[in-house]
């Protein structure tokens, strides 16, 4: 006759206990309270119902989410309160740099033909380092063009400050002037 192991006990999965569990939800899940805004789940303060993996190996422990309490929605509430305060200071700034853009004109040299087409284009990265020689520092990515600018003239570009603020600037194209013709 064979020899069989002995069968071990199986192992009880553990649970916490009653004061350490999570609320449950109306759809089983767990409910929490954002402490911070998360990508595709919601923004900071919201109440929203994850499954109990979710909460427990990642937005408890790294500190996005907490039990949904009347404390913890009060310090919510007067966080968010501070950060709108900050987020409308920053916003007027904003705007008074916006305006004092589009009080700005910046001139391009670029080489062109008879006709006035030039050789190359003129893009973001020629408009931002003629910006920068001005002493204003934006990105390539703040400036919104339609197409490069081809021709000389004046053209207005849109500069993207923030999200909510847009400016007009004033671009001068024009010829570069040769060092015989200059003198």
């Not at 119902?49 to 310090?75: C, K, S, W």
């Not at 000389?152 to 010829?175: D, F, I, N, Q």
Request: charged share 30%.
């Amino acid at each position: 006759m064979p020899k069989t192991k002995p069968q071990r006990p199986l192992k009880r999965r553990k649970t916490l206990p009653r004061s350490k569990r999570l609320p449950k939800g109306p759809h089983g899940g767990i409910e929490l309270l954002l402490i911070q805004s998360v990508e595709n789940l919601g923004d900071q303060g919201d109440v929203v119902e994850v499954r109990p993996g979710f909460a427990h190996n990642y937005l408890i422990p790294q500190g996005l989410a907490t039990v949904v309490t009347d404390h913890h929605r009060r310090m919510v509430e007067k966080h968010r309160a501070r950060l709108r305060e900050i987020e409308k200071a920053r916003l007027s700034k904003l705007k008074t740099f916006a305006d004092e853009l589009q009080k700005e004109s910046i001139t391009i040299e670029a080489n062109a033909n008879d006709e006035g087409h030039l050789y190359g284009s003129v893009g973001a990265s020629e408009i931002v380092a003629a910006l920068k020689r001005n002493d204003v520092s934006l990105t390539t990515d703040q400036i919104k063009l339609e197409g490069p600018l081809k021709e000389l003239g004046l053209y207005t570009v849109k500069v993207r400050v923030a999200k909510e603020v847009e400016a007009e600037l004033k671009v001068w194209v024009v010829p570069t002037v040769a060092a015989d013709e200059a003198s």
